[in-house]
């Protein structure tokens, strides 16, 4: 705000805006009659306070850019805090299992198939069983 009104003195004083308004309140008022400022700039309700100690006062407003920026950073510590509840299992299976014990053993496409199929099954009634759990804990987690 000071660098657009062509203003280059760095800020010296800042207070945080986090404290009770009557400590805001003295904290102006202390920087003013010690000479450490000429005037308070104040995101509070505050500036008629100031004012009425003889203090120049001005109230800044958040420009819509900067409440964008905020509630951006807001949507990405949520994100990373959901996120950060979130984990991630692997599972890998090797379908040449399904083989150990017949190494030796020639088998026809038609056996093979079947085989297959009794695995695929077989997976099928595991995955469904992996799907009913993961929406149990999800439920349980909200």
Known sequence: MLREANINTAIKYIESETIDLQQLIDFHYRCYKKGYTKAAIT????????????????????????????????????EMLHFKR??????????????IGFQNIAF?????????????????IYTKKFKDLFLQLVQAVI
């Open 43 to 78: 995101c509070h309700p505050i500036q008629e306070q100031l004012q009425l100690l003889g203090i120049p006062a001005y109230r800044l407003f958040p420009t819509q850019n900067s409440v964008d920026s905020v509630v951006m950073e807001i949507r990405r510590v949520y």
């Open 86 to 99: 979130a984990q991630i299992a692997v599972q890998i299976i090797e379908y040449d299992a399904a083989f």
């Open 108 to 124: 026809t496409t038609e056996k093979l198939h079947e085989i297959e199929l009794e695995f695929l099954k077989n997976l099928r």
